[in-house]
């Protein structure tokens, strides 16, 4: 009987100090980051515009540093983003996913925003901004060109360039845009940029030598990110630098590179890239070129400053001869379908890492591909999750079958063990033994009644994972209040559900632990009950946990998002059922209303 309390026991603590961590550790971590970066943006300062850099001393193998940001002489106050994507001419970007422009000025694309996803629910809202030029509140932007080798003079384009714009005026879907530029001493640029229907850029740079004399330059494109972003704070989530090189996927947060400063990479089929909970911008070089790629982190200034870049190999241009380099950037939503199908037609390795799916991944992904099949079906991915919990339950029926059976003789026998605790308690050895030699007697398995809890732990941290980091989740509603399932759900006890004028969560210390909204309250109930309905343990710490966990438990979840919580009261319900039926078939009487009767009778006599 002891190893069936110490497993109990140690199920239900490991479930209760994994939710605590993220209730007690990850939320009061995520508000310190919110205070620290409403800090950073009060600081209003921003480095100026970086000038084009003198060529590098030559690494070892005779590859060039990739240009990074110089030093300006004085922090200047930043523009809005408005007016610096005005300050410059531009080529427009219109496609079906995406808004934004290109800078003639350096040729970067540093202006970008998401037009099928919006900042809240609200459709009217505005769009998710992912790319900003440098000057304006939140650079974040990509840049592709050339550094010259070792004793190589030449002239080249660089971040202060203005190019010249031929052909189409604005870049869309199978409308490419075409920039030259002529260093008037015989090397002539020109770069070709196209875009896909939904997030993918392909970038084309040639350099044709007009000149009398060979040139040597290095192709690189780096993707640049000024101050650190506010991030979500939660140990489950990557954001910051991340990668696959040689097939393994390296993720570093900002924290880290900005420690290390410097991480370098001679790889092959690799990508990489900087990444944020639902959007990512990656660049994605030919798989099998080798290279010399970075993450980097910089201090200009008061401004902090992450690189994510590479160097492709050198390119020998003789007189007359035309080199050119091609590379691939990947801006936009994390659309798990859309990643798998770049990934397949792209052959770009691994790709679909991009999604944090976790060291689970073997559970993440299938549970996500199911849902998702599910929500093709139904249209709402409120009914998928319900779905998938009875297909989980049908998977699994066997094993629970036998748990609820050992817990009907379990009960059944109850009164022996009672006989038996009170005929042996001075002498515990004997005790255990007698009730060693009932199990036997009876077939029964004292530790198959934790076998459910076993199995529902994985599951329900793979759905947390789902919800929590696939943007299919985001703003996808369900019934009646519930607008987003990747959010906690909006109603709140403690203001009588919106009828009083206040927001409970808002008070100070106490704040977060007045979220308590109606499916959670229904959580707790159906938990109740199927407590309820198992026998009561005998050793009154152990009761007095299972007593204490519907009502703990209701309020970790309140604060987790609706999906899970309704994926959670609907799996009790389900148990709640099946554990009836199968009890009664076993000759088990359901004890469930009686149970409820005394344990409110009680209370009140206490």
């Given at each position: 009987?002891?190893?069936?309390?110490?497993?109990?026991?140690?199920?239900v603590l490991?479930?209760?100090?994994?939710?605590?961590?993220?209730?007690f550790?990850?939320?009061?971590?995520?508000e310190?980051?919110?205070?620290e970066?409403?800090?950073?943006?009060?600081?209003?300062?921003?480095?100026?515009?970086?000038?084009?850099?003198a060529?590098?001393?030559?690494?070892?193998?005779?590859?060039?540093v990739i240009?990074?940001?110089a030093?300006?002489p004085?922090?200047v106050?930043a523009?809005?983003?408005?007016?610096?994507?005005?300050?410059?001419?531009?080529i427009?970007i219109?496609?079906?996913s995406?808004?934004?422009?290109?800078?003639?000025?350096?040729g970067?694309?540093?202006?970008?925003?998401?037009?099928?996803?919006?900042?809240?629910v609200?459709?009217?809202s505005?769009?998710?901004?992912?790319?900003?030029?440098s000057?304006?509140?939140?650079?974040?932007?990509?840049e592709?060109?050339?550094?010259?080798a070792?004793?190589?003079?030449?002239?080249l384009?660089?971040?202060?360039?203005?190019?010249?714009q031929?052909?189409?005026?604005a870049?869309g879907?199978g409308?490419p845009?075409?920039?030259?530029?002529?260093?008037?001493d015989?090397?002539e640029?020109?770069?070709?940029i196209?875009?896909?229907?939904?997030?993918?850029?392909?970038?084309?740079?040639?350099?044709?030598?007009?000149?009398?004399?060979?040139?040597?330059?290095?192709?690189y494109?780096l993707?640049s990110?000024?101050g650190?972003?506010?991030?979500?704070?939660?140990?489950i989530?990557?954001?910051?630098?991340?990668?696959?090189?040689?097939?393994k996927?390296?993720e570093?947060?900002?924290?880290?590179?900005?420690?290390?400063?410097?991480?370098e990479?001679?790889?092959?089929?690799?990508?990489?890239?900087?990444?944020?909970?639902?959007w990512?911008?990656?660049?994605?070089?030919?798989?099998?070129?080798?290279?010399?790629?970075?993450f980097?982190?910089?201090?200009?200034?008061a401004?902090r400053?992450?690189?994510?870049?590479?160097?492709?190999e050198?390119?020998n241009v003789a007189?007359?001869?035309?080199?050119?380099a091609?590379?691939r950037?990947?801006?936009?939503?994390?659309?798990v379908?859309?990643?798998?199908?770049?990934?397949?037609e792209?052959?770009?390795?691994?790709f679909?890492?991009?999604?944090?799916?976790?060291?689970?991944?073997?559970?993440?992904?299938?549970?996500?591909?199911v849902?998702d099949?599910?929500f093709r079906?139904?249209?709402?991915?409120g009914?998928?999750i319900?779905?998938?919990?009875?297909?989980?339950?049908?998977?699994?029926?066997?094993?629970?079958?036998?748990?609820?059976?050992?817990?009907a003789?379990?009960?059944?026998?109850?009164?022996?063990?009672?006989?038996?605790?009170e005929?042996?308690?001075?002498?515990?050895?004997?005790?255990?033994a007698?009730?060693?030699?009932?199990?036997?007697?009876e077939?029964i398995?004292?530790i198959?009644?934790?076998?459910?809890?076993?199995?529902?732990?994985?599951?329900?941290f793979?759905?947390?994972k789902v919800?929590f980091?696939?943007?299919?989740?985001?703003?996808?509603?369900?019934?009646?209040w519930?607008?987003?399932?990747?959010?906690?759900d909006?109603?709140?006890?403690?203001?009588?559900?919106?009828?009083?004028p206040?927001?409970?969560?808002?008070?100070?210390v106490?704040?977060?632990?007045?979220?308590?909204?109606v499916?959670p309250?229904?959580m707790?109930?159906?938990?109740?009950v199927?407590?309820?309905?198992?026998?009561?343990?005998?050793?009154?710490?152990?009761?007095?946990i299972?007593?204490?966990?519907?009502l703990?438990?209701?309020?970790m979840?309140?604060?987790?998002?609706a999906?899970?919580?309704?994926?959670?009261?609907?799996?009790?319900?389900?148990?709640?059922?099946q554990?009836?039926?199968?009890m009664?078939?076993?000759?088990?009487?359901?004890?469930?209303?009686?149970?409820?009767?005394?344990?409110?009778?009680?209370?009140?006599?206490?």
């Amino acid at each position: 009987m002891n190893d069936q309390k110490n497993t109990i026991l140690a199920v239900v603590l490991s479930a209760l100090v994994l939710i605590s961590w993220q209730y007690f550790v990850g939320m009061p971590q995520m508000e310190k980051q919110k205070q620290e970066q409403a800090q950073k943006q009060a600081q209003v300062t921003l480095p100026a515009q970086p000038g084009q850099p003198a060529p590098a001393a030559a690494q070892p193998g005779g590859a060039p540093v990739i240009p990074g940001q110089a030093a300006p002489p004085a922090a200047v106050i930043a523009a809005t983003r408005a007016a610096t994507i005005s300050a410059t001419p531009r080529i427009r970007i219109d496609t079906p996913s995406l808004n934004g422009s290109i800078a003639l000025k350096g040729g970067r694309i540093d202006d970008l925003s998401l037009v099928k996803y919006r900042e809240t629910v609200d459709p009217k809202s505005p769009a998710i901004v992912l790319l900003s030029p440098s000057g304006s509140p939140e650079p974040f932007y990509a840049e592709f060109g050339w550094v010259a080798a070792t004793g190589t003079t030449a002239k080249l384009p660089g971040p202060d360039t203005v190019w010249t714009q031929a052909g189409s005026n604005a870049l869309g879907v199978g409308q490419p845009v075409k920039l030259t530029y002529n260093n008037g001493d015989g090397l002539e640029f020109a770069r070709t940029i196209s875009v896909d229907d939904k997030y993918l850029f392909t970038v084309k740079d040639e350099v044709a030598n007009k000149s009398a004399a060979a040139v040597s330059l290095y192709p690189y494109a780096l993707i640049s990110r000024h101050g650190t972003p506010q991030v979500q704070g939660y140990y489950i989530l990557h954001e910051g630098m991340i990668g696959v090189l040689d097939d393994k996927l390296q993720e570093d947060t900002y924290k880290n590179i900005e420690d290390k400063k410097k991480i370098e990479f001679t790889k092959s089929n690799y990508w990489l890239g900087i990444t944020d909970k639902y959007w990512a911008a990656t660049l994605i070089p030919p798989q099998n070129a080798a290279i010399k790629a970075e993450f980097l982190s910089t201090l200009t200034g008061a401004q902090r400053i992450y690189q994510a870049d590479y160097l492709l190999e050198q390119r020998n241009v003789a007189p007359g001869a035309t080199a050119t380099a091609d590379t691939r950037l990947f801006a936009g939503a994390k659309e798990v379908n859309l990643i798998s199908q770049y990934e397949k037609e792209q052959n770009i390795s691994r790709f679909d890492l991009m999604i944090d799916w976790g060291w689970f991944y073997f559970i993440t992904k299938p549970m996500f591909i199911v849902m998702d099949y599910f929500f093709r079906l139904t249209g709402n991915f409120g009914i998928a999750i319900l779905l998938v919990t009875v297909l989980i339950k049908i998977v699994f029926f066997p094993l629970a079958n036998k748990s609820y059976a050992s817990m009907a003789k379990m009960k059944a026998v109850q009164p022996q063990m009672t006989e038996i605790r009170e005929r042996f308690a001075d002498d515990k050895a004997k005790q255990q033994a007698a009730l060693m030699e009932l199990y036997k007697q009876e077939k029964i398995n004292p530790i198959a009644g934790c076998l459910p809890i076993l199995i529902q732990i994985p599951v329900f941290f793979a759905l947390y994972k789902v919800l929590f980091v696939t943007i299919e989740m985001r703003h996808a509603p369900f019934f009646g209040w519930i607008h987003d399932l990747a959010a906690p759900d909006p109603t709140n006890l403690f203001n009588l559900f919106g009828l009083l004028p206040f927001d409970p969560t808002a008070l100070p210390v106490f704040g977060h632990f007045l979220a308590l909204g109606v499916w959670p309250l229904i959580m707790g109930v159906t938990m109740f009950v199927q407590m309820k309905l198992n026998p009561s343990p005998p050793d009154p710490t152990q009761k007095m946990i299972f007593d204490w966990m519907p009502l703990i438990f209701t309020f970790m979840l309140a604060t987790f998002p609706a999906g899970l919580v309704i994926y959670w009261a609907w799996n009790n319900t389900l148990s709640v059922i099946q554990q009836s039926v199968i009890m009664r078939k076993h000759g088990a009487k359901i004890e469930l209303f009686d149970n409820i009767k005394s344990l409110f009778a009680k209370k009140k006599s206490d």
